[in-house]
C-alpha cells in the first residue's frame, strides 16, 4: 500500500492514532507534527497553571476580587439604608418632643393669663388657688417626664443570614474527571504506536517502554507527568535510528527538570 501523505512511496509504517500508513520519511514528518501539537498542548498547560497561578493569588487579596467588592458595596449600601432610617427616626423624634413642649408651653401660658386677670382683679378665692395649684402641678410633672413620653421601638426581627449569602455555581465549572488506572492512563502515553512491514515478514513493534518500576538509567530520571493523566512528557525526543538493531527504531520520552 502507498504512504497515505505523499501517495509515492510505499506505506510500511503505521500510525496507532490515526491509523494510517506512512513511508519512514512521512512517517518522521508525521511524527514532527505530532511533537507541535504537543509543544502546543504544553503551551496551554503553562498558560493554564499562570492563570491558576494568578487566581490563587487574587484569592488571598481580598481586595481584588470581584466578589469581594460586591459585598463592600453591599455593606455600604445598607449603612446607607440603616443611617437613613436612623435620621428619619430622629426627625420624627424632634417633631414629636417639639410637638410635646408646645402643648405644655400653649397651657402654661393660658395658666400664666388666668393667674395675671386675678391679680390685676385681686380675686384670690380659695378654690380658684386649689385649682391654679393643681395646673402648676400637673404642668411641672408633664415636663419633667417629658422624654419618657416618647419611647423609639426596634424590631430584631431581621434573617442577617438572608440578607446576603454566597452562591458557588458549581454546574458552571467543567468537572473534569481523570482515571488513575494503569491502563487509563494519558492517551499521550504510547502504545504500540508504530509498527512495520519488511517485506512479507511478520509486523513488530519497535518501540521500546522503559521499566517505569526501576530507576536505572539517568535518562529517565522523571518519568511522571507534571500533571497526572493530563500533561504527558514534556517533550518527546524525534525518532532516532536503533544502530545495534537494523530496520528498527526507538521513541525516547524525556523530562525536562523544570518547575511545575
Known amino acids: 500500500m502507498k504512504c497515505t501523505s505523499c501517495n509515492q512511496r510505499n506505506g510500511n509504517t503505521r500510525c496507532e492514532g490515526c491509523h494510517s500508513l506512512f513511508c519512514l520519511s512521512c512517517m518522521n514528518r508525521h511524527h514532527d507534527e505530532l511533537v507541535q501539537q504537543f509543544q502546543l498542548l504544553t ?27 460586591e459585598v463592600n458595596e453591599w455593606e455600604q449600601e445598607m449603612i446607607k439604608h440603616i443611617q437613613a432610617i436612623a435620621n428619619r427616626t430622629r426627625e420624627n423624634l424632634c417633631e414629636i418632643m ?22 390685676k382683679e385681686e380675686n384670690y378665692l380659695e378654690n380658684e388657688l386649689e385649682k391654679v395649684k393643681l395646673q402648676l402641678c400637673q404642668l411641672k410633672e408633664a415636663i419633667s417626664h417629658i422624654n419618657e ?13 438572608r440578607l446576603i449569602h454566597v452562591i458557588n455555581n458549581e454546574n458552571s465549572i467543567q468537572q473534569n474527571n481523570f482515571h488513575t488506572d494503569q491502563e487509563k492512563q494519558s492517551s499521550f ?44 512528557p514534556d517533550s518527546i525526543d524525534a525518532m532516532i535510528p536503533n544502530l545495534d538493531q537494523p530496520s528498527s527504531w526507538t521513541t525516547v520520552a524525556r523530562n525536562r527538570q523544570s518547575t511545575p
Open 43 to 69: 503551551d496551554m498547560r503553562n498558560e493554564l497553571k499562570e492563570s491558576i497561578d494568578i487566581a490563587e493569588t487574587k484569592s488571598k487579596h481580598e481586595n481584588k476580587l470581584p466578589c469581594f467588592n
Open 98 to 119: 417639639v410637638k410635646n413642649i408646645v402643648q405644655i408651653r400653649d397651657q402654661f401660658e393660658q395658666l400664666s393669663t388666668t393667674m395675671q386677670q386675678q391679680q
Open 149 to 161: 413620653k416618647v419611647h423609639v421601638k426596634t424590631s430584631n426581627n431581621i434573617d442577617w443570614d
Open 189 to 232: 502515553r504510547p502504545v504500540n504506536p508504530l509498527s512495520f512491514t519488511l517485506n512479507d515478514s511478520e509486523s513488530f513493534s519497535p518501540i521500546w517502554y522503559p521499566d517505569l518500576s526501576q530507576n536505572t538509567s539517568t535518562n529517565f530520571e522523571r518519568y511522571t507527568p507534571l500533571i497526572q493523566n493530563i500533561v504527558p
